[in-house]
């Protein structure tokens, strides 16, 4: 078993639809938790970022970890063509000396 | 927020020569920089740790003769990739984190590197 599994997808879903993005994980070591979205050949670039169980709030994205059942997603609202990108899901473990445990990546496409 | 620089971002090189890699960290000060490889439409495996002022520690399976990382610096990074072949060929991705802001990993914008 990986220790973080991501459906690779292709999701295609309307503009304006709701997305909702998924990672399970398998370690309870990992206490932090990002989401990063990454267009072709880019660097990712971080969307949210948090280390407690609940829900953060930044703009049309929301960030949901449940530690109890080692499960995280990540909801985008009013969903954009300019949204279409992969999107990865990031597991760390300690306070900044840790790489990160990358998902897959979920190709994601927002049709006009 | 914080920004990580990576240079250059596209190169091409022959079989069995180096490629250096840098990576700066332009607004703060990182004593750890990490290295990534990623595969096309794969992701980002962790390669190695950089810590300022001693040894990179390498993941499992990856060969530190191969992967040269220098950390000079609190803002500077370098992987060179020696004797370069093209199973090499991959987009290498450094990242850092400000640990004085609290915020999450930031990334550069990565670098292609294609072995001839």
């Known amino acids: 078993q990986k220790e973080v599994e991501q459906d690779p997808g292709p999701l295609s879903v309307p503009e304006g639809a709701i997305v909702s993005l998924n990672c399970t994980y398998s370690n309870s070591a990992f206490q932090y938790f990002m989401w990063y979205r990454q267009y072709s050949r880019k660097g990712p670039e971080l969307l949210m970022y948090?280390?407690?169980?609940g829900n953060k709030e930044d703009g049309r994205f929301t960030a949901q970890v449940d530690k109890s059942s080692k499960y995280i997603s990540l909801f985008i609202r009013d969903s954009q063509p300019s949204d279409s990108a992969t999107y990865l899901c990031?597991?760390?473990?300690?306070?900044?000396?840790?790489?990160?445990?990358f998902g897959k990546g979920t190709h994601l496409i927002i049709q006009p | 927020g914080a920004v990580v620089s990576q240079h250059p971002s596209r190169v091409i090189c022959k079989s069995g020569t180096s490629v250096k890699i840098e990576c700066r960290s332009l607004d703060f000060q990182a004593t750890t920089m990490f290295w990534y490889r990623q595969f096309p439409k794969k992701s980002l495996m962790l390669m190695a740790t950089?810590?300022?002022?001693?040894?990179?520690?390498?993941e499992q399976g990856v060969e530190k003769d191969k992967f040269l990382i220098n950390h000079a610096s609190l803002t500077l990074s370098t992987l060179t990739v020696t004797s370069a072949h093209p199973e090499d060929s991959s987009f290498y991705i450094c990242?850092?984190?400000?640990?004085?802001?609290?915020?999450?990993?930031?990334f550069g914008s990565g670098t292609r590197l294609t072995v001839v």
């Open positions: 950089s810590n300022e002022g001693s040894k990179a520690t390498y």
């Open positions: 990031a597991l760390g473990k300690g306070g900044g000396a840790d790489g990160l445990t």
């Open positions: 948090t280390y407690s169980s």
């Open positions: 990242s850092a984190r400000d640990l004085g802001t609290g915020d999450g990993y930031t």
